[in-house]
Protein backbone atom coordinates (compact mmCIF):
# COMPACT_ATOMS: atom_id res chain seq x y z
CA UNK A 1 0.00 0.00 0.00
CA UNK A 2 1.29 3.33 -1.08
CA UNK A 3 2.55 5.25 1.88
CA UNK A 4 0.89 9.17 0.64
CA UNK A 5 0.46 10.41 4.22
CA UNK A 6 4.08 9.55 5.25
CA UNK A 7 6.47 12.74 5.19
CA UNK A 8 9.32 13.67 3.74
CA UNK A 9 12.74 13.23 5.96
CA UNK A 10 14.77 16.30 5.12
CA UNK A 11 18.58 16.48 6.03
CA UNK A 12 21.91 18.07 6.49
CA UNK A 13 25.15 18.59 8.58
CA UNK A 14 22.91 21.35 10.18
CA UNK A 15 20.76 24.80 9.43
CA UNK A 16 21.97 25.09 5.25
CA UNK A 17 19.38 22.26 4.39
CA UNK A 18 16.84 25.15 5.62
CA UNK A 19 17.78 26.41 1.62
CA UNK A 20 16.22 23.40 0.45
CA UNK A 21 13.48 23.11 2.61
CA UNK A 22 12.10 26.00 1.52
CA UNK A 23 12.30 25.28 -2.03
CA UNK A 24 10.39 21.79 -1.33
CA UNK A 25 7.90 23.73 0.37
CA UNK A 26 7.07 26.01 -1.89
CA UNK A 27 6.65 23.27 -4.81
CA UNK A 28 5.30 20.34 -2.51
CA UNK A 29 3.00 22.41 -0.01
CA UNK A 30 0.70 19.53 1.09
CA UNK A 31 3.40 17.74 2.61
CA UNK A 32 4.62 17.19 5.71
CA UNK A 33 8.57 17.82 6.36
CA UNK A 34 10.26 16.54 9.03
CA UNK A 35 14.07 18.74 8.45
CA UNK A 36 16.84 16.86 10.79
CA UNK A 37 20.06 19.86 11.30
CA UNK A 38 23.15 17.51 12.39
CA UNK A 39 24.80 20.67 13.94
CA UNK A 40 26.23 18.69 17.04
CA UNK A 41 28.49 17.05 14.50
CA UNK A 42 28.72 20.65 11.93
CA UNK A 43 30.83 21.01 9.80
CA UNK A 44 30.98 17.59 7.91
CA UNK A 45 33.14 19.20 4.95
CA UNK A 46 36.30 18.62 7.56
CA UNK A 47 35.08 15.28 8.33
CA UNK A 48 36.17 12.05 6.83
CA UNK A 49 33.84 10.24 4.44
CA UNK A 50 33.67 7.11 6.95
CA UNK A 51 32.78 9.67 9.51
CA UNK A 52 30.04 11.55 7.19
CA UNK A 53 28.67 8.01 5.93
CA UNK A 54 28.17 6.59 9.36
CA UNK A 55 26.13 10.07 10.15
CA UNK A 56 24.21 10.26 7.29
CA UNK A 57 23.16 6.31 7.63
CA UNK A 58 22.09 7.10 11.49
CA UNK A 59 19.57 9.88 10.52
CA UNK A 60 18.47 7.82 7.19
CA UNK A 61 17.79 4.83 9.59
CA UNK A 62 16.01 7.47 12.09
CA UNK A 63 13.55 8.85 9.70
CA UNK A 64 12.79 5.49 7.98
CA UNK A 65 11.82 3.82 11.54
CA UNK A 66 9.65 7.20 11.97
CA UNK A 67 7.94 5.96 9.01
CA UNK A 68 9.40 8.40 6.20
CA UNK A 69 8.06 7.86 3.02
CA UNK A 70 10.88 9.58 1.44
CA UNK A 71 14.56 11.49 2.37
CA UNK A 72 15.81 14.56 0.84
CA UNK A 73 19.94 15.01 1.78
CA UNK A 74 20.14 18.50 1.95
CA UNK A 75 24.01 18.66 2.08
CA UNK A 76 26.17 18.30 -1.06
CA UNK A 77 29.01 16.78 0.82
CA UNK A 78 26.91 13.87 2.85
CA UNK A 79 25.24 13.69 -1.12
CA UNK A 80 28.94 13.23 -1.99
CA UNK A 81 29.82 10.34 0.34
CA UNK A 82 26.84 8.71 1.33
CA UNK A 83 24.28 8.49 -1.48
CA UNK A 84 24.95 6.06 -3.44
CA UNK A 85 25.97 3.73 -0.60
CA UNK A 86 22.19 4.68 1.12
CA UNK A 87 20.10 4.08 -2.11
CA UNK A 88 21.94 0.18 -2.22
CA UNK A 89 20.96 -0.12 0.98
CA UNK A 90 17.37 1.34 1.07
CA UNK A 91 16.58 0.21 -2.56
CA UNK A 92 12.74 0.88 -1.86
CA UNK A 93 12.70 4.32 -0.62
CA UNK A 94 12.76 7.30 -2.79
CA UNK A 95 16.33 9.03 -1.62
CA UNK A 96 17.07 12.31 -3.61
CA UNK A 97 20.82 13.91 -2.89
CA UNK A 98 21.51 17.20 -4.01
CA UNK A 99 25.04 18.45 -6.18
CA UNK A 100 26.72 21.16 -7.49
CA UNK A 101 24.36 22.42 -10.23
CA UNK A 102 27.77 23.22 -12.57
CA UNK A 103 24.99 21.29 -15.37
CA UNK A 104 22.78 24.30 -15.18
CA UNK A 105 25.56 26.71 -15.03
CA UNK A 106 27.33 24.99 -18.33
CA UNK A 107 23.79 24.52 -20.18
CA UNK A 108 23.76 27.78 -20.46
CA UNK A 109 26.25 27.89 -22.85
CA UNK A 110 26.78 31.92 -22.30
CA UNK A 111 29.48 31.71 -19.12
CA UNK A 112 33.13 31.69 -20.02
CA UNK A 113 34.48 31.02 -16.35
CA UNK A 114 32.51 29.26 -14.19
CA UNK A 115 33.81 29.10 -10.25
CA UNK A 116 31.88 26.23 -7.75
CA UNK A 117 31.87 27.43 -4.49
CA UNK A 118 31.95 23.69 -2.02
CA UNK A 119 33.45 22.36 0.99
CA UNK A 120 36.76 20.63 0.85
CA UNK A 121 35.23 17.13 1.00
CA UNK A 122 32.78 17.29 -1.79
CA UNK A 123 35.20 18.76 -4.27
CA UNK A 124 37.75 15.93 -3.25
CA UNK A 125 35.10 13.13 -4.03
CA UNK A 126 35.09 11.15 -7.22
CA UNK A 127 31.43 12.58 -7.59
CA UNK A 128 32.57 15.71 -8.18
CA UNK A 129 35.59 15.06 -10.16
CA UNK A 130 33.52 13.10 -12.80
CA UNK A 131 30.46 15.73 -13.21
CA UNK A 132 33.04 18.27 -13.89
CA UNK A 133 35.06 16.25 -16.57
CA UNK A 134 31.48 15.43 -17.94
CA UNK A 135 30.60 18.94 -18.23
CA UNK A 136 34.58 19.67 -19.74
CA UNK A 137 33.89 17.47 -22.16
CA UNK A 138 30.60 18.54 -23.52
CA UNK A 139 31.79 22.04 -23.20
CA UNK A 140 35.26 21.71 -25.49
CA UNK A 141 37.19 24.65 -24.64
CA UNK A 142 34.88 27.44 -24.28
CA UNK A 143 34.30 27.31 -20.77
CA UNK A 144 37.07 27.62 -17.56
CA UNK A 145 35.35 25.79 -14.66
CA UNK A 146 37.18 26.68 -11.12
CA UNK A 147 36.49 24.92 -7.71
CA UNK A 148 37.43 26.92 -4.67
CA UNK A 149 37.16 24.65 -1.80
CA UNK A 150 35.75 27.27 1.40
CA UNK A 151 36.75 25.86 4.68
CA UNK A 152 35.57 27.24 7.73
CA UNK A 153 32.45 28.84 5.65
CA UNK A 154 29.35 26.71 6.34
CA UNK A 155 30.68 26.32 10.12
CA UNK A 156 30.91 30.22 10.10
CA UNK A 157 27.15 30.41 8.73
CA UNK A 158 26.16 27.83 11.37
CA UNK A 159 27.26 30.50 14.35
CA UNK A 160 24.49 32.55 12.53
CA UNK A 161 24.48 36.19 13.13
CA UNK A 162 25.05 36.77 9.49
CA UNK A 163 25.19 40.63 9.85
CA UNK A 164 28.43 40.39 11.84
CA UNK A 165 31.52 41.68 10.09
CA UNK A 166 33.61 38.62 10.99
CA UNK A 167 31.72 36.79 8.04
CA UNK A 168 32.29 39.35 5.30
CA UNK A 169 35.72 39.91 6.07
CA UNK A 170 36.33 35.58 5.37
CA UNK A 171 34.10 35.89 2.60
CA UNK A 172 36.19 38.51 1.16
CA UNK A 173 39.88 36.77 2.12
CA UNK A 174 38.09 33.26 0.66
CA UNK A 175 37.39 34.97 -2.46
CA UNK A 176 39.61 37.04 -3.26
CA UNK A 177 41.54 35.09 -5.76
CA UNK A 178 38.73 35.51 -7.98
CA UNK A 179 37.05 38.73 -7.62
CA UNK A 180 35.96 40.44 -10.96
CA UNK A 181 37.02 37.01 -12.79
CA UNK A 182 34.04 34.88 -12.54
CA UNK A 183 30.87 35.44 -14.58
CA UNK A 184 28.77 32.35 -13.07
CA UNK A 185 29.23 31.24 -9.79
CA UNK A 186 27.72 28.01 -8.25
CA UNK A 187 27.03 27.88 -4.96
CA UNK A 188 27.59 23.92 -3.96
CA UNK A 189 26.53 23.80 -0.63
CA UNK A 190 23.39 24.40 0.94
CA UNK A 191 24.79 27.05 3.35
CA UNK A 192 25.57 29.44 0.66
CA UNK A 193 22.50 30.70 -0.20
CA UNK A 194 22.27 32.28 3.02
CA UNK A 195 24.95 35.04 1.78
CA UNK A 196 24.47 34.65 -1.54
CA UNK A 197 24.26 38.31 -2.55
CA UNK A 198 27.24 39.13 -0.67
CA UNK A 199 29.17 36.73 -2.41
CA UNK A 200 27.64 37.61 -5.60
CA UNK A 201 28.44 41.34 -4.60
CA UNK A 202 32.09 40.47 -3.44
CA UNK A 203 32.93 37.96 -6.55
CA UNK A 204 31.45 41.32 -8.81
CA UNK A 205 28.08 40.41 -9.73
CA UNK A 206 28.61 36.86 -11.67
CA UNK A 207 24.81 35.31 -12.27
CA UNK A 208 24.56 32.47 -9.24
CA UNK A 209 23.73 28.90 -9.47
CA UNK A 210 22.18 26.48 -6.97
CA UNK A 211 20.81 23.17 -6.74
CA UNK A 212 17.84 23.62 -4.48
CA UNK A 213 14.89 24.39 -6.84
CA UNK A 214 16.18 21.49 -9.09
CA UNK A 215 15.77 19.49 -6.54
CA UNK A 216 12.59 20.18 -5.59
CA UNK A 217 10.96 19.73 -8.69
CA UNK A 218 12.78 16.43 -9.21
CA UNK A 219 10.98 15.28 -5.55
CA UNK A 220 7.89 15.97 -6.84
CA UNK A 221 8.62 14.05 -10.00
CA UNK A 222 9.64 10.94 -7.83
CA UNK A 223 6.86 11.37 -5.58
CA UNK A 224 4.42 11.87 -8.35
CA UNK A 225 6.20 8.53 -10.49
CA UNK A 226 5.80 6.62 -7.52
CA UNK A 227 2.01 7.68 -6.50
CA UNK A 228 3.52 9.04 -3.41
CA UNK A 229 2.02 12.76 -3.39
CA UNK A 230 0.14 13.53 -0.59
CA UNK A 231 -3.53 14.11 -1.51
CA UNK A 232 -4.13 16.24 1.80
CA UNK A 233 -6.29 19.73 1.13
CA UNK A 234 -4.31 21.28 4.06
CA UNK A 235 -0.84 23.04 3.70
CA UNK A 236 1.46 20.26 5.32
CA UNK A 237 3.68 20.77 8.39
CA UNK A 238 7.04 21.26 8.97
CA UNK A 239 9.00 19.90 12.09
CA UNK A 240 12.44 20.97 13.13
CA UNK A 241 14.68 18.87 15.20
CA UNK A 242 18.84 18.78 15.79
CA UNK A 243 21.35 16.60 17.58
CA UNK A 244 22.93 20.55 18.53
CA UNK A 245 22.75 20.34 22.48
CA UNK A 246 22.26 24.30 22.62
CA UNK A 247 18.45 24.47 22.65
CA UNK A 248 18.94 27.91 21.07
CA UNK A 249 19.38 26.21 17.88
CA UNK A 250 15.92 25.24 16.91
CA UNK A 251 15.44 28.62 17.58
CA UNK A 252 17.84 29.58 14.98
CA UNK A 253 16.59 27.45 12.24
CA UNK A 254 13.29 28.56 12.33
CA UNK A 255 14.96 31.93 11.70
CA UNK A 256 16.27 30.88 9.29
CA UNK A 257 13.89 29.32 7.71
CA UNK A 258 11.97 32.31 7.59
CA UNK A 259 14.47 34.54 6.21
CA UNK A 260 13.72 35.69 2.72
CA UNK A 261 15.59 34.62 -0.24
N1 LIG B 1 25.59 22.16 3.93
C1 LIG B 1 26.54 21.19 3.58
C2 LIG B 1 26.75 21.00 2.10
O1 LIG B 1 25.86 21.29 1.33
C3 LIG B 1 27.80 20.97 4.36
C4 LIG B 1 28.32 21.94 5.32
C5 LIG B 1 29.31 21.33 6.26
O2 LIG B 1 28.86 20.77 7.25
O3 LIG B 1 30.52 21.41 6.01
O4 LIG B 1 27.77 20.55 1.67
Redesign the pocket.
Same mark, same amino acid.
Given at each position: MSNRQGFIGVF?? +?L $? $?ISVLKKLVSQLPHEDFFYFGDTGH %??? $? /?RSADDIFDLSKAIVDNMVCKGAKAVVI?? %? #? /? #?AVAAHKLRTMYPQLPLIG?EPALKQACDAHIYKHILVL? #?P??LRMEKFHQLRDRMCACNSANVKISALACDGL? @?RI?QGNLDAPDLDNDLRTILAPYIGSVDAVVL +?? #? @?YPFVKDRIVSILGNPVCFDGAAGVAHHVRDVLQDRDLLNDQIERGCVTFATSAHDAHQLDLYEQFYHLPQ
Open positions: DS +G $G $G %NPY $G /AAC %N #T /A #TIA #TVTA @HE +GC #T @H
